[in-house]
């Protein structure tokens, strides 16, 4: 991508366009990136001290490399009941460009708690992919077609409170009747935190995979806690 390892630190990156200088500093799993120039990076910093965070060059370089810049775009990003067997269809002679794709899509998740559900639901035919599961692929690259400029708002907040809705469906994948869990949290009004999982073991009841989920989100919200101080406001608990 254009950037030189720092001589005086091996995680330190640096980018020199014309004027500008982008720096990236790198360990393991954690990045951080800083510029000379706010224009470099796809960060919209509002009046209210609101910050939109938005991929729409990574989204648009995506569906370009699929060939897809002109498809009509989607209003969802998977039809219902898209769940499928692992065998259905006819394998692909060449798995690598579905595999390329589906974790290309992976870096889109990052910022777009809607693609999380359909972009896991890929990622379970990875191994051996056919015909009809690039459907499913084709089918969320033209919902990113149509929401390119979609992303995330994080706006100030004052009074930190969590909120998180979750659900399970029951049984609903076919290939081993596990249940897949759906949750997002949100610090007031700004999603921090959001995943669409596959339980490790399969539910004998529908009450068995809501508790499931229960756990899951509770687990994920004590991990929270124990890094920051916010305030919990107990509702109940509504399967709705």
Not at 24 to 43: H, P, R
Not at 56 to 81: F, N
Not at 83 to 103: A, H, K, S
Not at 186 to 210: D, L
């Amino acid at each position: 991508m254009g950037f030189t390892v720092s001589q005086c630190d091996t995680s330190l990156f640096f980018k020199h366009d014309g004027t500008d200088v982008i720096a990236l500093l790198l360990y393991v799993d954690d990045i951080m990136f800083t510029g000379s120039n706010e224009t470099k990076f796809q960060i919209q910093y509002r009046h209210n001290g609101d910050i939109f965070l938005n991929q729409s060059k990574y989204a648009k370089d995506l569906i370009h490399k699929a060939s897809m810049d002109s498809c009509k775009p989607a209003s969802t990003s998977c039809k219902p009941h898209t769940q499928l067997l692992v065998t259905e269809g006819t394998p692909l002679g060449d798995p690598t460009m579905y595999r390329n794709r589906d974790g290309a899509l992976q870096y889109l998740t990052f910022i777009r708690p809607d693609l999380s559900y359909a972009g896991n639901m890929a990622c379970q035919y990875m191994n051996q992919p056919t015909d009809v599961h690039y459907g499913l692929m084709k089918r969320i690259l033209i919902y990113v077609q149509g929401t390119v400029t979609c992303g995330i708002t994080c706006s100030t907040c004052h009074d930190n409170y969590i909120t998180t809705f979750f659900d399970s469906d029951w049984a609903v994948d076919p290939n081993t009747r596990r249940c897949i869990t759906g949750f997002v949290m949100y610090v007031r009004h700004n999603p921090i935190s959001w995943q669409s999982k596959k339980h490790s073991s399969v539910s004998r009841s529908s009450t068995e995979a809501k508790y499931k989920a229960l756990a899951h989100c509770a687990a994920d919200i004590k991990h929270l806690l124990c890094k920051e101080k916010y305030a919990i406001e107990p509702c109940g608990y509504n399967e709705a």
